[in-house]
């Protein structure tokens, strides 16, 4: 069968599609990923030629202020900068509907719908036509990939790399109208421009794949696949210092890869705070920060090495734990490689979430970066360092990952769900 991949322009949203990817093309189907050019510095089209896949950009880059003009947006609207970082607990319908406000915002500026007849959404609307899969799989923000599945019968779903929020305010605060619903009303000259009717599938598509722990997923009534997170961080040259096992405990220090496109350094993580905790400790932190992240910042300790990037996988498997800001793929690869994790978390989407989920399995301490101060940083550092039992929850977080089927192993499913759901005869 044709699989359609259809991304949100970030790599953090690509990077966990690219083994199931892979592993539909190794079970014999085709297999492309649709998407725009790039957003800023992040070359979509290149990271996904160079992870041995079909590119087919459509649209144009998004620019890289992309964040800065949602803030503005966010400021007529009375948005919190934080809005997507909404928890169930202690939030109210208000809070929601700020949060599918913001969103909106993010969907209408990445997928205009002006021309019909040129554009972003023409294009992909256009490609899946010519080209004909029979399933599309598309990111939650991507919209328009799941009226483009609907105009040419290929069956669709859903690809979920964190919290379902967009399914939260569908069934819990939109009480599934399409009437009282921002991304169903924003979907309706969509849908006339194709004679299309709406159905609750737009949204959620006809199933979805979570990568998300079950643990840490929403109380939601939809169809779901679970499907384990393999982590791919691109390849690299393995550098000579990681070939030999390193003298003292090493911490890795990172803020992921979507934080460098969209925020640069003002991510509000305490990284100053971060990097003097290292110092007089006998240890040595791989701090992965390119020159903007560390613009402003003082002498490093000389314990620090930085590193503008090496592959976390390549990283991982020689630290004693890491630091980071809470984004399920760096959650990912720690768990996968059983490395306690001490998490301040940088809230732009569930962070918080990950957070709670690693000290719940006994991976590494809780902590509040509001108001941290180096000396309690370091105290934490120091017992996750010391005290086995984070390593033993470590090792619980890796057991709950390896509990989800892999890539190849739901390609099967993906089969019998396209078989069933699609209403083309294409190939």
């Known amino acids: 069968m044709r ?50 896949l079909i590119a ?8 890289a202020q992309q964040e800065d003009r949602t803030e503005e947006e966010g ?57 004909r899969p029979d399933l599309v799989l ?15 019968g290929a069956a669709h779903a859903r690809i979920l790399w964190g919290q379902d929020k967009m399914g939260w305010g569908w069934e819990k605060v939109s009480g599934r109208s399409a009437a009282r619903d921002p991304m169903a009303r924003w979907l309706t000259p969509l849908l006339e421009r194709h004679h299309l009717d709406f159905g609750e599938d737009l ?64 991510t509000g993580f305490p990284l100053e705070e971060t990097l003097e905790t290292a110092a007089g400790l006998d240890i040595e932190v791989v701090a992965t920060l390119n020159r903007a992240q560390l613009t402003g910042i003082g002498p490093l300790p000389e314990n620090v090495r930085a590193v503008d990037f090496v592959p976390l996988n390549q990283l991982l498997p020689s630290c004693a734990a890491i630091v980071h800001h809470g984004g399920w793929g760096t959650f990912s690869v720690a768990a996968t490689h059983g490395v ?22 006994g991976a590494g301490p809780l902590v509040d970066p509001q108001g941290l101060t180096p000396r309690e940083l370091r105290r934490q550092l120091v017992r996750v360092l010391d005290e086995p039992a984070f390593g033993e929850g470590a090792a619980r977080l890796k057991a709950d990952r390896l509990a989800a089927p892999s890539p190849p192993e739901i390609v099967p499913a993906l089969e019998r769900l396209t078989a069933h759901h699609r209403t083309a005869q294409n190939h």
């Open 203 to 266: 949204i959620l598509g006809q199933w979805s794949l979570d990568l998300v722990p079950q643990a840490a997923r929403l109380p939601l009534d939809t169809r779901t696949v679970p499907l384990r997170w393999v982590p791919y961080n691109e390849a690299a040259v393995l550098p000579d210092w990681l070939r030999e096992p390193p003298a003292r405990p090493r911490v890795c220090l990172t803020l992921g890869v979507s934080s460098r496109a969209l925020f640069g350094k003002d």
């Open 138 to 152: 598309w990111d939650p923000l991507c919209l328009p990939a799941a009226v483009a599945a609907r105009v040419t």
């Open 3 to 52: 699989v359609m991949i259809a991304t949100f322009p970030s790599t953090s949203h690509l990077y966990p599609v690219i083994p199931l990817a892979w592993a539909l093309q190794s079970a014999g189907h085709e297999v492309c990923v649709v998407g725009h050019p790039g957003m800023g510095s992040d070359d979509m089209a290149a990271t996904v030629t160079g992870a041995g």
């Open 340 to 361: 306690p994790q001490v998490i301040l978390p940088v809230p732009t989407w569930d962070e918080r979430v990950a957070a709670r989920y690693a000290a719940l399995r």
């Open 56 to 63: 087919v950009p459509v649209g144009d880059t998004v620019v």
């Open 75 to 131: 400021s007529r609207l009375d948005i919190p900068p934080d809005a997507f970082a909404l928890d169930v607990v202690g939030s109210g319908p208000g809070d929601w509907e700020q949060l599918q406000a913001r969103l909106m915002a993010i969907i209408g500026q990445c997928y205009p719908l002006g021309d019909p007849d040129k554009g972003m959404v023409a294009e992909l609307i256009g490609f899946t036509r010519s080209w």
